[in-house]
């Protein structure tokens, strides 16, 4: 069974998306694992199904690698408007998840931007096992925690280059003070304007950007008092601008990038 697929990436962080809209595409969790192996399948860092939507312009479906589902993609969003925005030649589409609606529009300089939604604090809304002070968990090296969609928490070192995160990432993203996993962001606060930012994905391990692991990162550091509330976010794979409006709500902007199209066998 030959079906199309796009890959895509934003800043680095890579997709695979098959467009669900017309024909499902089955897919059980061990068929995801094996198109996540770079080596046997096409890799990602995360699978995309675009499915149809009655209130918005598609439905966003995000699978990790290894084969769970995650709530939020702020980097698949910007390719997913892309997309979109190239099919119906218009400049600002709505996209569901299951964490609710994204509105994304193309900017003058061919970016797009992201509307990330309303950041969350409460324990239970990341969730956290007990009740804390997302502020401040209570863990080594003193996280801030925050939902964007999905849980985060955010380590703030004073050398990234020399954090251990293949070692912390995954002992903090198993932690049982997170019963469902989260994604651990690093982050090193150059200055009131500029964060530089690695995160170890929850289900999926290191990635050169992830876009809600920038909100989050960049509104834990304006909690703390150490960021203004627009900052330049740089990760291994590019720039992101993440701007924590007056509104209360955060948005991303940053570059979509087409790598190639193809077909796969999923028999």
Known sequence: MLRRFVKMHGCGNDFVIFDDRSAPTELSPDAVRRLADRHRGIGFDQLIRLQPA?????????????GSKAGACGN???????ILMRETDCSAVTIRTVSGLLAAQKLPDGQIAVDMGVPRFDWRDLPLAKPSDTLHIPLPGDPAGVSMGNPHAT??????NSTDIASLG???????IFPDRANIGFAEVIDKATIRLRVWERGAGLTLACGSGACAALVNACR??????SARISVDGGELQITWRDDGHVEMAGPATHVFSGEIDLS
């Open 155 to 160: 380590f703030f070192v004073k050398d990234l």
């Open 76 to 82: 698949a969003a910007r390719c997913v408007a892309d």
């Open 170 to 176: 995954p002992r903090h993203e198993l932690d049982p």
């Open 224 to 229: 703390r008092g150490l960021v203004d509330k």
């Open 54 to 66: 009655t209130d918005a312009s598609a439905v966003m479906e995000i699978h990790n690698p290894d």
